[in-house]
């Protein structure tokens, strides 16, 4: 009975470790050695490993210099405010998250 139990409770915690995260539409790729892969982000590492991300104030450029957009992920997800602007600067939109989920989307 005892192995049914421990059996039970891995399944459960493997079942739940593997869940998927949608991605928002808007969100952008952080870096080149950042990437999202099923709504989580990672950080490649040598040897070919990865590693859950956290960072924050990440920023992004268009070609032309001008900010592209700024973000934060904790443990993985998005969270806080992700704005995002245009080729001249104009602010775009913002995407606010709370771990992950997607709780507001504010247009200029």
């Known amino acids: 009975m005892k192995k049914i139990i421990i059996t039970i409770v891995l399944l459960l ?3 739940t470790a593997c869940s998927k995260r949608t991605v928002v539409e808007g969100e952008i790729l952080l870096s080149e050695v950042v990437y999202e892969e099923n709504g989580y982000y990672y950080k490649l590492s040598p040897p070919n490993t ?4 956290t960072g924050t104030s990440i920023s992004y450029h ?3 210099g001008q900010k592209k957009g700024s973000s934060t992920v904790v443990d993985g997800l ?5 704005k995002y602007w245009d080729r001249d600067g104009n602010f775009e939109y913002a995407l606010h998250f709370d771990k992950g989920k997607l709780i507001k989307r504010e247009l200029p």
């Open 62 to 64: 268009h070609g032309n």
């Open 78 to 82: 998005p969270h806080g405010i992700w």
């Open 13 to 15: 915690l493997l079942f």
């Open 50 to 53: 990865k590693l859950v991300y």
